[in-house]
């Protein structure tokens, strides 16, 4: 299929499972009520995207509160009682985060239930996303390493564990969420995409890195304003990914701006394209999506374009980011009627 369809990861949680249109939003239950309430989101967040034209769907990453924390939490060596603040993203903005305290081994299975349901209830492709070792390692503080390296990779076996028996629950893509590698671009080149690498190793499912400029809080929005008109980043890191096994890369393109002849950097890489813009609440029609493809093709094969968000979709207005999905679906189809 020409111009198959995913999202970033995320979408927003039922009211019944958690407060609205927030990034990390509290539980409303707890216990077999909670439980419950995450099979049920998952179930609907499948449906919603199936019935919005989206060909490579995702859990909707509702059985999670942060995208980072939501694996942290199953890991033995992490203090979450007496979190710390610290800088994120290069001092980017403060957060309050758990610290490393011990070794670090995974308390057993991380994300089974909702990659068994969301299993069970689709035949379309399935995608599961998990945080990138960098990623990591930038939101949490370390009280036991002592190293930034040797914890990422302490990170990464733990997470090639979960993905290897994710790929054994069915799931067709593995994306790991790196939003990091647009602060640390030599240490992307240096060992970054080396802890990846080990992340993913032995997997035989497609495998896939999703970076962006960030989303969803004020200070990614404020930061993004001393960029300039042109965020060029990406230029560093692009040869790296290249060259490394991982098989697709999930960019933002729609109102980003990121050069599009950048994305020719990606040698032999499937595109996930981002042509959802997830920082606005317009809603895209359908020929603003093959805009955005269009323009892509001209620096990736057509035939290695996914088309997808710009990123996760967990903090807006559920209304308008359902809105979204139907224009994703009718934008990839339209493009494939007036190119395929």
């Known amino acids: 299929m020409l ?71 199953k ?29 670090l081994r995974l308390k057993g ?51 090639n564990e979960e993905a290897k028996a994710l790929q054994a629950d069915g799931v067709d893509v593995i994306q790991f969420d790196e939003p990091a590698f647009n602060v640390y671009m030599d240490e992307v080149s240096d060992w970054g995409i080396k802890a990846l690498e080990r992340a993913a190793e032995g997997l035989t499912c ?14 990614n929005t404020d930061w993004k304003q001393t960029l300039g008109s042109e965020w060029r980043q990406y230029e560093d890191i692009f040869p790296a ?17 990121v050069p599009l002849e950048l994305l020719g950097l990606l040698t032999g890489k499937v595109v996930q394209a981002g042509v959802i813009d997830v920082a606005s609440d317009t809603v895209e029609t359908a020929e603003d999506v093959v805009k955005v493809i269009d323009e892509v093709s001209k620096f990736v094969p057509r035939s290695n374009i996914i088309a997808t968000t710009n990123c996760g979709m967990a903090p807006m207005h559920r209304d308008i980011a359902e809105a979204k999905l139907v224009a994703l679906g009718a934008g990839a189809r339209l493009a494939r009627q007036r190119f395929g």
């Open 109 to 159: 299975r991380v994300h089974a239930d909702e990659a068994r349901i969301a299993r069970t209830h689709t035949a379309h492709q399935l995608k599961f996303t998990l945080p990138g070792p960098m990623t990591i390692i930038d939101t949490i503080a370390d009280k036991y390493y002592g190293d930034r390296v040797k914890m990422a990779f302490a990170f990464a076996e733990l997470l």
């Open 241 to 257: 990914i290249a060259k490394s096994p991982i098989q697709q890369v999930a960019i933002e393109c729609r109102n980003s701006r």
């Open 3 to 73: 111009f198959p369809t995913t999202i970033a990861g995320s979408l927003p949680k039922p009211e019944w499972l958690a407060e609205p249109n927030t990034l990390w939003a509290p539980w409303k239950a707890s216990g077999p009520e909670l439980a419950r309430a995450k099979r049920d989101a998952t179930i609907l967040a499948v449906k919603l995207q199936e019935d919005s034209g989206v060909d490579i769907v995702t859990e909707g990453e509702q059985a999670r509160q942060h995208f980072v924390h939501g694996f942290l939490e």
């Open 206 to 219: 497609t495998t896939a890195v999703h970076i962006c400029y960030g989303y969803g809080i004020k200070a």
């Open 75 to 103: 890991i033995e060596g992490i203090d979450f009682a007496h979190k710390v603040e610290m800088g994120i993203r290069k001092d980017r903005y403060k957060a309050m985060v758990p610290q490393v305290v011990a070794p």
